[in-house]
Structures are given as structure tokens and as C-alpha cells.
């Protein structure tokens, strides 16, 4: 009798203590951090207080009638802002109707709790008129809500909306109730919340653009959701499930891309619905006691269901997937395992192999759970060491210049707080090595550059906006930043930061998504009214090179001006990507160049019709160990035109895409989801799991040319001319319409897109030194000022023999810049024009290769004594300033005391000339009645001419051969590792021809 008293007093003491440590680890997992523990103070914001409205946050006041007020009436004076909520719980009844561009953050040592109290009125039965039969605490909607008129749920046009740093708990007696409907879009999100759910629905209701550090605990589901809008991915970082009575998420065509998520005690971790798909991705998480599958998988035979998981820690989980319709499943390893990888759908392992459906998995059993994955997003500074910029001078009244005080700031203070304004910039911002910028709403806060800023305008390399430090730790953080329509040399973010920094929250302003306020000098930065014109006018919006890397997640880079939303280029340095949307550039959305060791997840391309029709989405080139995770590649309704290729690909290794989507509502899809350039390999399947870039194909077999065989060595191109060649052999060719510079590497046989800067390059060519020259077109900007003038180009004199010169082609500049080919974006610059008499040495020259003179003057023209010339950086060539620069394909190399080629286009002449040591052309003589742009010259001097086909003369122009193209040539030059190869640029495609 003894023992068993013994006994359960025992077991007395051991199941209080197991009570008291559930008890314990409920508490911590319940406990939250207030993010804002310090008001920030913003004149601009809204403060939902006590001495401002009629309330108490003691939990027995009903607010719900003050907060739509102080909502409503933001929005309608101002149209997009902040309202900070103290510290305090907060009792509602009604629902809260959140409208675009509003944004509820709260602040205080503890968060603030809204709080939807026991029983109450209208949450109690199924709302079956309502999309997700419920009833919700707060529905972010596209405008304000009227009495009386059905609600504007938020969509594919709801920007800038947030609930940021305030919990939400539904008491008991609310079956039907939901915290939050979330079904807006870009600059939207969720963050730093808690949701106690309880015995309600659920958390959220249809999901949009992202989520970070929000967790759930209870209800039947965390998250029940249908397509985000406008059909996108939804992006969750650092999420927490517990509880849920039926499944932690619920969701259909949600895109779901999910890094370190916890869900622990629950049936099923994602159930998809019946006949619906699914793109998940799952990454860095943990399930722990999940008493059914872990999965729910529907429609597992369609090629739309993507199933990805890496790195997932499970624990109690021995069924991880279920499929619906079969009922096929795949059960777990063991007690605790780890899912190193697991695909299901569309896989492609390499470029060159079939599509395969099915499912690979790798497994492995472990002793116990590992620590938790550490997240990458840094911890803010302490708000007690931010400073106001507001406070040391800056006005942020879109008028006052700025930079003085920004700069300062920077330079005395690392941990700026940047309230609500639009500050005006003339210089660039550079941050130092520890600086931190932080906003709290991209459209209310900007960095804007006015129009024809002198030190962002005419013709330079990019110039940044705001620069970070290279290799220190930076943050930027909920700030605009608009470079206006008028700043050629506008970057708007050169980043060059650490792999520990972050860029969140940033809007890159200049296209769609702007918001006005009424009456307000916060309006556009640029008032231009042709803003066609300045389409793809500037360099790159956002530029990560020399070392950059870091999180970058929220991001919206939509603006038209700009080359391309993001270019990535010379890094090693880790990055990772959450949630970027790029979108209606005319060329370029997103390109990747010589990077490495980056993971790109939930990547959204979208072209519009008017912008966009000829855009390439994505390049990736010379990249190696990068992941991409459910990229969306979309072209509008509205596009009525076909495209060939949503990526190109070229010299990549060991590149991942997990989960693909590429789609149109029209007929217009991209034909080819990815081509690979230099394999000339394409991807067809428009939807598929997985494709491995390995970069080990099998090499080809070299069969050595046969003299006068043609070979087409790549295609793809618009309108391929402008072609030259170094003293190595290489070539390099361009695409005017496209501004885009490639080379072929006669050492490895491929090729690469050297630039695409906003400059139309018109003829390319090297100087003795093998800098690479662009003649180019430069067009001045409508109100630019050089010491108080505007730039003008007057028309040329030797413009009048030609009616090109009547027709709109009059009025710009033909310059020409210079580049290393290597590092072009560093070293661009501008060629000076030059006096002739003042040029010494002159050992090469280069001239128009055609010229159209329609009024017979060819011969007068080409021997004209110019009296300019630009000198190439090795200063002994040069290129005479004339008109025909404007219109001629390519240039021709000249040497003093050589004879040079040159084509009367008008009328198909092709003429001899000599060079003086001057650099002038004398002794014009018919050569042959046949020509079009361009001819060559081989070592033993004979003479080949493109017209239709390529002609051979020897140099007494006697006719001895030609050569056949597939297609018209239009530009030829000799090159290669002993020039003895002609290239050859058709339309379409580049050309060799081995002649002896």
C-alpha cells in the first residue's frame, strides 16, 4: 500500500512538472517581440490615440467606429499614409475595411491586440454570399467602403497596404470569423503579427504578395486561401503554425513559396484543394507531430501541380504526402528524418533530356531535430539609436533640395529614421560602411530625382541615386525611390553591400504603381507629358555588382524608364531574393551576369502590351550554383504579339528552376520558356518542376571547317550588323533597335552579351589597343540645361546630299564611346571631339562603310577635309565627326598609305579610296558596280561585298568567287585566331566561313 501511494505521488510529481513545462513551452511559444517598441514620430502620420479620438485600449471600448473613421478620412485627404496604433488592446465589432495604400503599424514595449470579443453579433453563422463564407476582423479593399454598396475586395491594383507589429485574437463564440482577407498585391504585406485564432476559422483569408514573422495558433486553418492576386505567387518567410484543427494552410493556385516555416501539432500542413493545382515550394522548415499527411497533393498527373521541398525536418510526420485522386502516398523515414530534396511534377535533368513526370525524393534518418535554420533578415538597431531626418534638417517637401542634409545625416549618424516626405535629391546618396536607412512606406517616403538633374543628365556611365557602401553592412528599408523620366544616367540603387545587408520594402518609382495625393506637390517627379519618349531612356533601376549581395525581398521595380528593373552582375557573394516583381520594361526585365552562389525565390516577370512587346524577361549568363524557386513569367491579355524566349541562357552552370510558370490569357505566350544560346538547346514545356543547368553537356565534335563552308555559329537576333573584330580575333557585333552589344570569343567559341546600355550603338570598332568604340545616337532631353543652354545638335553640313537627314533623322547627336569589353560598366565614356590639326600620329582611322547619298555626291562627301575627329583612347585612331555615322551599318578600318572599300548604298556601287596621314580619303575609283553596307578585305587583298549574297573580287576587281549566306548578310569582318575566318552578320544570325 505504501508503494503504490509511493507510486503516485511519483506520478503526481512528474505530471505536474510535465504540466508546468507545457504550460511553459505554450507561453513561449505565444510570447511575441514588439518590433516598434519607440513611437515613431512622423508629422505626416496619423496616431490612433486617446487625445485624438474617443477611445480606450483597455479592451472594453468598442473602436471598431473611430478606426474606420481615422481610415477613411486618411485615405480620402491623402490617399495613401500611416496610422500608428499604441500599445493597448483594442476591442472591435465590426469589420475594419482597410482601403489601398493604407498601412497600420503598431508600436510600444508590447504590441498591440485587436481583439474580437466573445459572441459577437454577425460572426456566429456562415456568411454564404461571401467568397470565403466568413466574417473578418480586417478586409484590405481597393477603396473605402460605402454604405450600401457591395464591398471592393483588394486585387490586382491594391499597392502599398500593410498590418505591421499588431496581434489579433477572436474569442470564443466567433465559428465563422477570420482575422484578416489579404487579397491585395505589390508593397503589400503582413508582418510581425500574431494571430490566436482559437475556435474561429481561421487567420487569413486569400493571401497576397508576402508575409514575415506572422504565427498562428488555433482555428480550423492558419491560412485558407485562392489564387493571390493578380494570379502571382505568395511569398512567407519565417512563419509559425500551430494547432489548427484541420490543416495550417488550405490553398489552390497560391504559388506558395515558403522559407522557414514551423508547423507543429496538426493533422496536415498543406491541403490542396480537390481538382485544383498547386506550385509549392518548401524550404529550411520543420513539421513536428502531424497526425495525418503532411501533404494533400490534387491533380498530381497535371504538369501546373509543382510540388519542390529542400532541407525539411520532420519529426512524427509518417506519412509526408497524399494524393487525392489515387490515393497514392509517400510515407515518411522514420521517427525524425530530414527531406533533402523531394519533386513531383514536369522534370527536365538537364538541358538536352526529355521532360519526365514523377516524383524523386532523398530521404535521411536522423537521431533528433536539429536547431532551427538561422533566418537571414537582420534584426533592426535598437529604436533608441534611430535619428529623425526630419530633425537635422531635411524638408521632404518635393521641392527643397535635400542632399546636403541627407548626406550629412548619413555621415554623422548610423541609423537614420526617414518619416514620410518626398525628398529631393541633386547628388548622389552614398551610405557608409554601417548605415542604415530606414522608412515605412515606399509611396509616402521617396528619394526623387526632378527632371534633368544636372549631374544625372546628357551622356555619362550610371550614376546612382543612393549607393551603398561596398562590402559594409547596410539596410534599406520602406523608401521610394523615383529617378524620374529625364535622368539618363540614372541608376536608382547601386547596391555593393555585405551578404549580411538587406534592401526591403523599396519601390523603384517611374512606371505603374504611383499613387498622387490630391492637390499635393507629392505628385509625380516627372512631369513630362511624352513619356513614351523616355521609354528605356536610363540605366538600370536596381544594380547589384562589385561584391554586392544580401536579402532583398519586397521589392517592385516597374518602372519604363529604366534599361531594366534589376541587373545583377560580378558578384560571389550570397544574395537571396523574396518576392521581387519586375515588370513593363521595354527590353529587359531582370539580367544576371557573372553571379554566383544566389536563390531567387517567387521571381514575377510580367510584360504589357504596350511597353513590353518586345521585352526578354530574364538573361542569365556565365552564372553558376543559382536557384530559382517558383518563377512566374507572364505577358498580359492585352499583348498581341508573339515572343520568341522568356529566358535566355548562356555558359551557365549548375543553375536550378524549381517550379516554372510561364503563361498568357492570350495565344501570346513566350513560344520558348528558355533557350540556351550557345548549345542552341531549347526548353520547351511551358510548365515543369525542375530543370538542372548542369553546364556539362556533352562537348560537340569538332569537325574543322572546310574552306568556303558557311556555318551559322548563333541566332535569335533582330537585326544583327555593326560588326568588328580586336587584335585577338574576336568579334563583336550589335542590335541597334534592341541597344544591346555582343561578342564572340573565338577562345571558347560562344557568345556574350557585352552591354545593354541605353544608347543606341549604330557601328562598332576597336582602336589599337583593342578598346571597344560605339558609335552611337544621342538624343538630347527637352529641357536639360549645360550652363544654363540646352544641348543642341545642329544640323551637319554634309547632311544635305542625303534626304535620310529630312525625315526625323536630324537634331540628335552621333557620338561616340569608348569601353573596355571586360568591364564596360565601369569604364564607359564619352569621346571627345577633336580638332583635326590638333591630332598627331594618326595610325588607323575609320570611316562610314556605306554611305546613302541620294543626290550623287557620294565621292564629294567621302573625301570632304573633316574638320573634327573623335580619338580613341589609345590616341592614334580616330573617327571622323560626319553625318553618315547616322546611318551607315558598320565602319571600315583604314591605315594611312592603305586603300580602304567603302559602298555607295544609293546605287549599289562599291568604291575604292586612299588614306592619307592626315586621315582624309582621296582618289575616289569604282571598284565594282555591286554593293549594299558592308566589304572585307583578306590578307592577300581581296575584296568581298555583301549585296543579297557575298561577291569575291581580287584586288584588280575581277570577280573569282562567293559565297552563299542562308540569309541576307548585312556586315562582315575577318577574324578569328588567325583572321582568316569571315563573319558574317545576317538578320537573324552570325555567320563564319573558313577562306583559307
Known sequence: MKNFILICILLSVQISVYSQSADKLKAKATENISFYKIKPEDPEAVYFTPDQYKITADGKTDVSYALQEAINILKTIHSFGIIFIPEGTYLISKTIYVPTAIKLIGYGNKRPLFVLGKNTPGFQTENPDDKGKANYMFWFTS??????????????????????????????????????????AQHSFIEHVDIQIGNGKAGIFDVGNEMEDVRFFGGEYGIYTTKPSPGWQFMMVDTYFEGQRKAAIKSREGGLTIVRMTVKNVPTVIEVYENFYEK?????????????????????????TQISLRNVHCSKVPVLVSHLHSKNQVSGEGNIYRIKNFNHGLQISDLGKKPEFGTIHEFEILKSLPNLTKKDIPDFPDMKSWVNLKSLGAKGDGITDDTKAIQSAIDKNPNIYVPQGWYRVTETIKLKPNSVLIGLSPIATQFILRDNTEAFGSFGGPKALIESSEGGFNILTGIGLSTGALNPRAVACKWMANA?????????????????????????????????SAWDSQYWSLWITKGGGGTFKNIWSAGTFATSGAYISNTSTPGRIYAMSVEHHVRNEVRFKNVSNWKVYALQLEEESKESSDCQPLEIENCKNLVFANLYMFRVIRVNTPAAYSIRSWGNKNVEFLNVHNYSQTKYSSTIPLYDINSNLEVRPWEFNRLFISGNLPKKKVVADSVGQVRQLVNGFEFADGICHDSKGNVYFSESRMRRIYKWSVESKSLSLVADFPWEPLSLACDTKDNLLVVFKYIPRPGYLIDGKPEVFPVMPDAAGTSYSGWGNSGFGTLVYSMDALNPEETIQLLKKTPIENIKNIQKTLNPSNRRRDSGDFNKVSTNHFKEAFVAPDGVTIIPVVYDLARSNSLVEGFPGKEIYATDEYIKRTVKLRVGSEGYLSEPETFTEKGEFCSAVDSDGNVYIA??????????GKQI??????????????????MNTLFITGRNALYQVRIK
Request: charged letters at 25%; hydrophobic letters at 30%.
Open 500 to 532: 549580411d545587408s538587406y534592401v526591403n520594402d523599396v519601390k523603384f518609382l517611374g512606371g505603374h504603381g504611383s499613387i498622387e495625393r490630391p492637390n499635393s506637390i507629392w505628385n509625380k517627379s516627372s512631369a513630362y507629358s511624352d513619356e513614351q
Open 143 to 184: 477603396s473605402i467602403k460605402k454604405e450600401g454598396e457591395p464591398v471592393r475586395d483588394a486585387g490586382a491594383s491594391t499597392f502599398y497596404s500593410s498590418i505591421s507589429n499588431i496581434d489579433f485574437r477572436i474569442e470564443d463564440g466567433n465559428p465563422f470569423a477570420v482575422a484578416l482577407r489579404t487579397h491585395f
Open 947 to 956: 549585296d543579297g549574297q557575298i561577291y569575291i573580287y581580287n584586288k584588280d
Open 961 to 978: 568567287g562567293g559565297i552563299e549566306v542562308p540569309e541576307r548578310p548585312a556586315t562582315m569582318t575577318f577574324g578569328g585566331e588567325k
Open 280 to 304: 509549392l515550394f518548401i524550404e529550411d522548415s520543420r513539421f513536428e507531430n502531424i497526425s495525418g499527411p503532411a501533404l494533400v497533393i490534387s491533380d498530381e498527373n497535371n504538369a501546373y
